[in-house]
């Protein structure tokens, strides 16, 4: 939106001219992102507060240090999230841009997927929610309306091709099966990310890693020379969703001032599964999707964990882990819940400097 200000009156006053650089949009959307959530943080949290004075349901059979610690504390923190993105977005995004509609459009409805389950669980003061058969059956149906709309946007040489991290030249053409893959990339993204949000500010600084990353991915994507440098796709429009990725950003910092421990909010599903949900997305666009696994490896890790304790629970009636996912493990091992946290920030931030690596090794 300032874009379009500034662009009207440019001719008389030309410092209005830096309000064209993705560059400098991105710095203002974070920083908007992160003044909305400071500045309207306590007043969400308190009118949740209000609506659900029992706090988030808290698994009976999770640790026992969380039934005590963390009974009371609202969830639905992603509303915070969410408003502070869609907002930051419009205001310094170019709104002529398809994909940062898409973007907001896929934080929007895994955003209200992830509400209905909270309410769920409020209102029955249950901490299973909605089923997972029902919510798995709107995320594929939601899923595969944000992968049309992503597919008629880019170029069909590309829209369903593949590139792979460390070779230049290796591009797969999945023709009508990259629905299913980009399915299973946002599903997967949205749930690995609802699977990681354990504990206090372990999946709101990956999320903002994860954004970092790929804010800088969508940017040389969408620039000719930058691109055709590091011998990766160009995909004209991409670096719009810098901006998104900006504002993910600013909004995760101003969440994590009020979910650092002790939290004072959880994100809950409405936050988990818009933020995943979105960073799938972006994935896709900027064709990247393997890299979100590398960057995105915590997340993967944690999924992974659950697969394996239940497959192996299944066939031998044997755990793998003392408790799934994987940082519910740690916790029984005795781990302090701060140090889990951490080592698994340093982890994802390890992730990524092996995944931008990947850029320039081709």
């Known amino acids: 939106m300032i874009k379009y200000f500034a662009f009207e009156y440019q001719s008389i006053f030309s410092f209005l001219n830096i309000f064209s650089y993705i560059t400098f949009r991105s710095g203002g ?3 908007t992102a992160l003044f909305f959530s400071l500045i ?31 009974k009371g504390t609202p969830t639905m923190g992603g509303l915070l999230i969410i408003l502070s993105v869609l907002i930051s977005t419009i205001l310094w995004g170019d709104l002529s841009n398809n994909f ?24 029955t003061n249950n901490a299973t929610g909605i089923s997972s058969k029902v919510r798995i ?15 008629i946007n880019l170029d069909s040489k590309i829209s369903n091709s593949m590139t792979f991290p460390f070779l230049k030249n290796l591009i797969i053409d999945f023709g009508i099966f990259y629905f299913l893959i980009s399915i299973f990339i ?136 003392l408790m799934a996912p994987l940082h519910h493990h740690f916790e029984k091992k005795g781990w302090a819940e701060s140090t889990i946290v951490i080592r698994f920030w340093i982890i994802t931030i390890v992730l990524a400097l092996i995944g931008l690596a990947t850029l320039r090794i081709r």
């Open 137 to 151: 059956i709107f995320q594929i149906i939601f899923a595969l309306f944000i992968t049309y709309l992503i597919i």
């Open 40 to 70: 309207f943080g306590n007043y969400i949290i308190n009118k949740l507060h209000t609506i659900q004075p029992s706090g988030q349901p808290i698994r009976d059979d999770g640790p026992q240090s969380h039934i005590i610690a963390k």
């Open 186 to 321: 946002i599903i997967g993204s949205a749930n690995a990310v609802n699977l990681t949000d354990g504990l206090d500010g372990l999946a709101i600084v990956p999320v903002m890693i994860v954004a970092m990353s790929f804010s800088f991915i969508v940017y040389i994507s969408g620039n000719m020379v930058f691109s055709n440098y590091l011998l990766i796709q160009y995909i004209p429009g991409t670096g719009e969703l810098a901006i998104f990725c900006g504002s993910l950003i600013g909004a995760a910092l101003g969440f994590l001032w009020f979910n650092a421990p002790p939290a004072k909010v959880f994100m809950g599903d409405t936050g988990s599964l818009a933020l995943g949900g979105s960073l799938g997305s972006i994935a896709i666009m900027c064709k990247h999707e393997i890299l979100l696994a590398i960057i995105g490896g915590l997340f993967v890790l944690e999924t992974f964990s659950v697969v394996i304790q239940v497959l192996i629970f299944k066939i031998t009636g044997k755990r793998v882990f």
């Open 100 to 123: 940062v509609w898409i973007a907001n459009l896929t934080i929007i409805i895994f955003g209200i997927i992830g509400f209905a389950d909270d309410y769920k669980k409020i209102k």
């Open 29 to 31: 959307a974070i920083l």
